[in-house]
């Protein structure tokens, strides 16, 4: 029954009589219909409609409706963002005393003999000795991003920095200290979850699209493209996504893997002819999360395969979540029909977080080692490192490493001198009306020039060498510069940093000013 030919209630201001066998019986019905005309048609049909009727019983005077949530996420955001809501209704539409109950849904009953069996093995439990995330009992621990080999699109052997340091599934298979990796869950890092990850402005909505892909995923936000600078926290959302898929559905197919570990696979089974293999490994996926996507990048073959495996994904209703430093059309050297698919869900930013955020993620981490930060310390630190997540926890790991040493209480003078080297770095900021002018000063142009709309070479040179020393040399994002220079796009900005890094490389002599000019700024 569609939201439409739900009965309306009747008026509020109507008086209601004692309720009876039919009023319980349509009253979950009543309040759906309700929700319908208040919620957006979209949070409706994502986290309402999908339930199953409730089911009403009496307990002497007291009504009980209890819905019955079909997976654990699905449960904790309706009970967070709908619940009070839901029973603020049902009070209005059922004169009697009433309790709202939101339960997880029984699993359904494990295969009888005779039945069709899984798609893949099930998942090996862990050796006992293994960390294990409580949420996700069955997973196993991601390899950590050490030192190793991959191999380029050409066939050429390269450390990586993204390799497993157990040389992949079989040496972690032979190394009883490697966490095991199953064929149904690779890659996941357990300690990656919704729980630990710190909510804020900076990854609300990106936070916001993930929980909804948790809790039905192939179904809305397909695929996911989340995109943002490093240390921002995109692969642990990612990551979060997968644990909270594998805990309510142990027997998902979820892949987690870095965009060099898919090039790498590509060019294994081209030399090989083995592409039957990448086919059963990403093809038959319930989950498939990938990050790095720029990596692609100029490597034809590669995104010929990933095109595929796609489109073979999105068929069967599977879910892709991507990540990137960059929004899809900004992606240099990608296929246009792959960077018009990427768009073609949802695509969310995560932005520095703000010093709230930076407090509490401060704060957070300190208990995670059962260590009390005290809050102005937090404040200290998290108004000093303002670059993103990895860095506010290397900030973090000096502060409680300088405690511990010294044998010192935490506090902010302990923490001045900890982060002395990062403080007197910070203490010589570069501003951006302050590169303008260095640049302006360096070519012999105004600075009015920079933030004009002129275009000629003079003008159009200086201006974006400005806008990438912006962008290296302040903690400013993308379109903050790009108000700064006259209120220019943010695509613009990128696009100057991209021709300036790329032909600083080639050209000795425009390295050479941009090293004075550097050092100028750097005092």
């Keep these: 029954m569609s939201a439409a030919e739900l009965p309306l209630p009747a008026s509020a201001s109507q008086p209601r009589p004692e309720p009876g066998p039919d009023d319980a019986a349509t009253l979950w019905q009543r309040c759906c219909a309700r929700l319908a005309t208040e919620l957006p048609e979209q949070q409706f049909n994502t986290w309402i409609r999908p339930l199953p009727p409730a089911d009403v019983s009496r307990d002497g005077a007291l009504t009980v409706v209890c819905v019955r949530v079909p997976n654990r996420f699905m449960l904790d955001w309706i009970r967070t963002q709908y619940s009070a809501r839901i029973e603020a209704l049902l009070h209005e539409e059922h004169a009697g005393e009433l309790r709202l109950e939101l339960t997880l849904a029984a699993r359904a009953p494990a295969p009888m003999p005779g039945q069709r069996a899984p798609l893949m093995p099930a998942v090996r439990a862990?050796?006992?000795?293994?960390?294990?995330?409580?949420?996700?009992?069955?997973?196993?621990?991601?390899?950590?991003?050490?030192?190793?080999f991959g191999t380029n699109e050409h066939g050429d052997q390269h450390a990586s920095p993204y390799a497993s340091p157990y040389g992949g599934l079989q040496a972690a298979q032979d190394n009883p200290r490697?966490?095991?990796?199953?064929?149904?869950?690779?890659?996941?890092?357990?300690?990656?979850?919704?729980?630990?990850?710190?909510?804020?402005?900076?990854?609300?909505?990106?936070?916001?699209?993930?929980?909804?892909?948790?809790?039905?995923?192939?179904q809305m936000y397909n695929p996911l493209f989340i995109y943002g600078g490093v240390g921002l926290g995109k692969t642990h959302l990612m990551n979060a996504v997968g644990n909270a898929l594998l805990a309510d559905k142990p027997d998902a197919r979820i892949l987690y893997l870095h965009a060099e570990q898919f090039i790498s696979d590509v060019v294994k089974n081209y030399q090989r002819k083995t592409f039957d293999e990448l086919k059963a490994k990403y093809h038959n996926l319930d989950l498939l999360l990938i990050d790095d996507v720029q990596f692609f990048a100029g490597k034809d073959r590669?995104?010929?395969?990933?095109?595929?495996?796609?489109?073979?994904?999105?068929?069967?209703k599977a879910h892709i979540i991507m990540t990137s430093d960059t929004y899809p059309k900004g992606l240099a050297n990608i296929d246009e029909r792959l960077t018009s698919r990427f768009d073609a869900g949802l695509t969310v930013a995560i932005e520095p977080p703000e010093l709230e955020m930076r407090v509490a993620i401060l704060i957070k981490k300190a208990a995670q080692e059962a260590i009390e930060m005290p809050e102005d310390v937090a404040f200290f630190v998290a108004k000093n490192v303002r670059a993103n997540v990895r860095e506010l926890e290397g900030a973090l790991r000096k502060v409680l490493a300088f405690a511990k040493f010294s044998h010192k209480e935490i506090t902010i003078t302990l923490a001045r001198e900890a982060l002395k080297d990062l403080l007197s770095i910070q203490n010589r900021q570069i501003s951006v009306e302050n590169i303008q002018k260095t640049v302006a000063d360096f070519y012999k142009i105004k600075v009015a020039d920079m933030y004009s709309k002129k275009r000629p070479a003079s003008i159009a040179r200086p201006r974006q060498i400005a806008m990438y020393l912006a962008k290296e040399l302040t903690q400013k994002s993308l379109p903050e510069i790009g108000e700064l220079f006259g209120g220019r796009d943010h695509t613009t900005v990128l696009h100057a940093v991209r021709k300036i890094a790329g032909e600083r490389g080639k050209d000795s002599e425009l390295n050479q000013q941009l090293h004075v000019l550097e050092q100028t700024l750097k005092g």
Excluded at 192 to 202: M, Q, S, W, Y
């Design 302 to 316: 590669t995104q010929e395969e990933f095109f595929n495996a796609f489109e073979a994904l999105l068929a069967k």
């Design 178 to 218: 490697a966490p095991r990796q199953t064929p149904q869950v690779m890659g996941l890092n357990p300690a990656l979850t919704f729980d630990n990850l710190v909510p804020g402005r900076a990854n609300q909505m990106a936070r916001t699209a993930a929980l909804h892909v948790a809790g039905a995923p192939g």
């Design 126 to 148: 862990l050796p006992p000795n293994a960390q294990m995330s409580q949420q996700a009992p069955q997973q196993a621990l991601a390899p950590g991003r050490g030192a190793g």
